[in-house]
Nanobody
Framework: QVQLLESGGGSAQPGDSRRLSCVAS????????MGWFRQTPGNEREFVAA????????RYSDSVRGRFTISRDNAKNTGYLQMNSLKPEDTAVYYC????????????????????WGQGTQVTISS
C-alpha cells in the first residue's frame, strides 16, 4: 500500500510563489508516475501537472504551463509542485496522486489512471 502526504498549502497573494510537496511512503516510485490535481467546491477535480518518475518526463495543463513546475527527488521519494505567479483562480484543494505504472504522456492527465491519492492541501490566493 502507498501513502501520499501533501504539504505546503496555505494562503498567499496574487503573484506570490508557493511550493507543494508530496511524500510517498510504502514503496518506491522508481517506475511510476506522480501527478497533481486540484478541485474547487462544486467542480470536478482537474489535472494540473504530472511527472514520470523514471525519466522526468512531464505534462502540464494549459492553465498552469509556464507558471508551475513539477519535479521529483528520487532519494527522498518526494514530488514537488513549484507554483509561481499565483492567481486567485489557482485557489483550490490540491491533491497528489500516484500510480505504480509509468504512464505515457497522453494518459498522464487522466484521474482514472492513478491508484493512490493524498488527502489534499488547501491553497488560497487572495489580496
Amino acid at each position: 500500500q502507498v501513502q501520499l502526504l501533501e504539504s505546503g498549502g496555505g494562503s498567499a497573494q496574487p503573484g506570490d510563489s508557493r511550493r507543494l510537496s508530496c511524500v510517498a511512503s510504502g514503496r518506491t516510485f522508481s517506475r511510476s508516475t506522480m501527478g497533481w490535481f486540484r478541485q474547487t467546491p462544486g467542480n470536478e477535480r482537474e489535472f494540473v501537472a504530472a511527472i514520470r518518475w523514471s525519466d522526468g518526463n512531464t505534462r502540464y495543463s494549459d492553465s498552469v504551463r509556464g507558471r508551475f513546475t513539477i519535479s521529483r527527488d528520487n532519494a527522498k521519494n518526494t514530488g514537488y509542485l513549484q507554483m509561481n505567479s499565483l492567481k486567485p483562480e489557482d485557489t483550490a484543494v490540491y491533491y497528489c496522486a500516484g500510480t505504480s505504472r509509468s504512464l505515457i504522456w497522453s494518459t498522464m492527465g487522466l484521474m482514472g489512471d492513478y491508484d493512490y491519492w493524498g488527502q489534499g492541501t488547501q491553497v488560497t490566493i487572495s489580496s
